[in-house]
């Protein structure tokens, strides 16, 4: 999902299902790869139809989505991305502002405790 996500990110998704009303255009979702079940990935819905969701990555050359697999079924959503926490992959390492990254997983923490109280 370059360059909307990089790789060590954190996301924050609220788990929901295809009747969620705010699933819409433009949505980024998490959803089980239709072909690896076992593999969730973060894809922008780009067109909702009754038989599924037409799922693109961001980077428009690079990505693997439904252009590729075709329309991904209802039941493999999981969730509606809430939040994502930007994390500078060069600061993070033995010298590096673990402190920084600590506080980016409290605050996800704390905003995903908040949406599992308000369901």
Do not use: W
């Amino acid at each position: 999902m370059l360059p909307t996500l990089a790789p060590k990110d954190i996301v924050i998704f609220r788990p929901t299902n295809e009747q969620d009303l705010s699933l819409k255009e433009g949505c980024l979702v998490v959803v089980s790869h239709p072909l690896k079940p076992e593999v969730l990935m973060i894809k922008r819905i780009y067109r909702l139809t009754q038989h599924g969701f037409d799922l693109r990555g961001d980077n428009e050359v690079g990505s693997i989505d439904s252009r590729q697999f075709g329309l991904v079924n209802n039941f493999c959503l999981r969730g509606i991305v809430e939040q994502v926490f930007k994390v500078q992959t060069a600061q993070i390492g033995p010298f590096g502002s673990f402190k920084k990254l600590k506080q980016k997983f409290f605050e996800a923490k704390r905003i995903l405790l908040q949406l599992i109280a308000h369901q």
